[in-house]
């Protein structure tokens, strides 16, 4: 149980805040982060009530612009996303100025390299370049893939310098709009800019939580005082990563590298939506002859929810069985404080995907009764 | 040779476990601290009464929100009887870990074993350096 952080790891600019604040460290993604403050339970059940604060710096923000610069001709957006979508199978052409949108970045097999937004920057004036955000334990293989794959074309700014920040819970706007008016007029999934202490900021309203709340990209100085500021609100408090994964696995959420990765692709993860019509048609994306086929045939394996119905935790790496067969396994699974029991996600046959199907999982060996369940676990409650 | 202990002493582990022994039974759990450092605890699968352990086997899991953790035999020896409350209610680790969140009992099988385990005061130090 001893606390020791290797010094290779990176901070990012709230780690002294952290510190002050009395959280537990623990090295993830390269990064000294903190994985609780108060407790898992208490930080997960505050944020589904109230507003939680997490110190998300460790992702991948970045801005991806044409090679020329941007532009005021809505032209220069079709451009850069047409490059986009070389990468990506949604559309991003489609875009209104401000709205964001969730894909994942195909091989040309049709693995998933990270799921990531990639948002159309609110100012008309910036045709041209769009705002993406990375999952920060790939962030620097994802930029390296840009850069290959649009050399020449495009050039990525990383933007992890900054402070990147998200508020979630109910409470969340009503803590927020005092700092940037007019963020209450955002729906779901939507981005605008603004400033706060002379910083520009990108205010986008999304989260990784399934509550309502909003993700904040900030320069590293002004957020720390912005941070700072939110905490002293009572309806605040600092959240962890390890109340960030239950508030997700109970959304219904994937982990990148669990419960999706380069052996999955987006039909047998249950992310078909984010393929649009428009690029089924045109099928001109990576791994497009894989991911269709599974489309059109169905995948051989399916995410599906998984309740446990004893007291036992699944955890990642579970056997699923059925039977005494083996035909799936955990990719993400413990203990859910608002569902008040054991919840967790992975793969089982496609034939076994109907909620309700009865399984057995074998934690440490031992058949324990569970279920296929519909996620997410618990109901979303985004602003549309 | 089973050594007999005629009063109730309490003896503590590296691995944050408590062992209080009385005659040749030991009852088992884990400390405070480790509680406090798993945090709300979930579940907990105690060993199957008839079992037997040597010092330091995998006996015992306890499970947190956070992760699971495996707890290791204090002592060698027989299991004879566990805490069947914490099946329904194991948030007792957190409340009582000392005392109602107890896991096992042990009839040990080597009272020379305790010889390698810290009082209070050593346990107290050990903790204060973690």
């Known amino acids: 149980m001893a606390n020791q952080v290797s010094e290779d790891l990176r901070k990012t ?11 537990k460290l623990v090295p993830f993604a390269g990064y000294e982060m903190p994985v609780q403050f108060e407790g898992v339970k208490p930080e997960h059940l505050w944020t589904r009530e109230h507003a939680g604060l997490f110190d998300v710096s460790h992702m991948g923000p970045c801005f991806l612009t044409l090679r020329e610069g941007v532009s005021e001709d809505p ?14 199978p949604s559309a991003i052409a489609t875009l209104k100025p401000g ?14 390299r990270d799921d990531l937004i990639i948002t159309r920057l609110p100012d008309e004036h910036q045709n041209g370049r769009l705002y993406i955000v990375v999952n920060g334990a790939v962030k620097d ?20 310098d900054r402070v990147l920040m998200a508020l979630q819970g109910p409470k969340a706007v009503d803590v927020l709009k005092d700092e940037f008016a007019g963020c209450e007029d955002l729906s779901f999934m939507r981005c605008m800019l603004a400033a706060w202490g002379g910083a520009e900021c990108l205010i986008s309203r999304c989260g990784y939580t399934g509550e309502d709340g909003f993700e904040i990209l900030i320069p590293a100085a002004a957020g720390e005082e912005l941070a700072a500021k939110l905490l002293k609100d009572e309806r605040v408090k600092p959240i962890g990563l390890g109340a960030r994964d239950s508030l997700r696995l109970e959304a219904g959420l ?20 984010v393929i649009q019509k428009s690029r089924r048609e045109r099928a001109d994306f990576p791994g497009a002859e894989v991911v269709l086929e599974a489309l059109s045939n169905g995948p051989k394996e399916k995410r599906v929810g998984i309740r446990p119905l004893e007291r036992a935790p699944a ?36 034939d076994l995907a109907e909620p309700g199907t009865p399984v057995e999982l074998m934690v440490r060996g031992k058949p324990r009764a569970g279920e296929v369940a519909a996620l997410p676990f618990v109901e979303h409650n985004y602003k549309r | 040779m089973t ?36 945090g709300d605890v979930v579940f907990v699968e105690t060993p199957e009464v008839g079992k037997t352990f040597k010092k330091g086997d995998e006996m015992a899991v306890v499970e947190s929100v956070k992760a699971a953790s495996d707890v290791y035999a204090p002592l060698s020896g027989e299991v004879i009887d566990t805490n069947g409350e914490l099946a329904d209610a194991p948030e007792k680790v ?33 903790c204060k350096g973690q």
């Open chain 1, 141 to 160: 293989q994802d930029w390296a893939h840009f850069e290959q794959k649009l050399a020449g074309r495009a050039v990525v700014q990383r933007a992890d």
């Open chain 1, 99 to 112: 709205q964001a949108r969730l894909t994942v970045l195909l091989n040309e097999d049709g693995g998933i």
């Open chain 2, 94 to 126: 957190n409340d009582h870990p000392e005392t109602e969140g107890w896991f096992c009992v042990i009839k040990f099988s080597d009272g020379a074993e305790t010889k390698g385990l810290m009082d209070k005061d050593a346990y107290y130090e050990f």
């Open chain 1, 13 to 23: 600019p709230l780690h002294g805040l952290h510190e002050s604040l009395g959280a």
């Open chain 1, 315 to 350: 955890r990642e790496g579970t056997e699923i069985h059925v039977n005494g067969e083996a035909v799936g396994v955990v990719t993400s699974g413990g203990f859910g404080p608002s569902v008040d029991g054991p919840v967790a996600m992975g793969y089982v046959r496609a």
């Open chain 1, 254 to 273: 994937c982990l990148y590298g669990h419960d999706m990765d380069t052996s999955r692709n987006p039909v047998e993860v249950d992310l078909q939506w």
């Open chain 2, 3 to 38: 050594q007999h202990f005629t009063q109730q002493v309490t003896f503590y582990t590296e691995d944050h476990e408590w062992v209080t022994v009385h005659g040749d039974l030991a009852t088992v759990g884990i400390t405070r601290y480790a509680a406090e450092q798993l």
């Open chain 1, 75 to 88: 032209a220069a957006h079709d451009k850069i996303a047409a490059m986009v979508e070389e990468l990506v």
